[in-house]
């Protein structure tokens, strides 16, 4: 008996509710995990997830999965974030929700982006 991948079966809506659930859990926690560390440490994620956004983004494939569509919403939902945080804030800083909520939005960006190159 040749053991496969469980998620080959299952309908794609079902991979797509899976694989947002997924993210939801790693959202969280990401964004409990921003509230603890330091500036400078959420900096360095954030920096390091962007790096990987700019060189994925080069090397996007051809045939659109349902992580990077997932990754395009997620992007979209970053983006508003940051929007929202500038707007609201005349002075922005790391201790905004919208800021946080941002960040946590690129690095999973960033994951969703790694996975779909891996997968």
Known sequence: MALGNPSDD???YARFLLLFLAEAIVGVALYSLFTRTPVALQM??????AVVVRLAHYKHPNDKTIASILCGLTLGFAG????VSRITQRVTTLEDVWARLMMVGFCLVAVLMVLDRRL
């Open 10 to 12: 299952l309908p794609a």
């Open 44 to 49: 360095l994620f954030f920096a390091a997830a």
């Open 80 to 83: 508003f974030c940051g929007i």
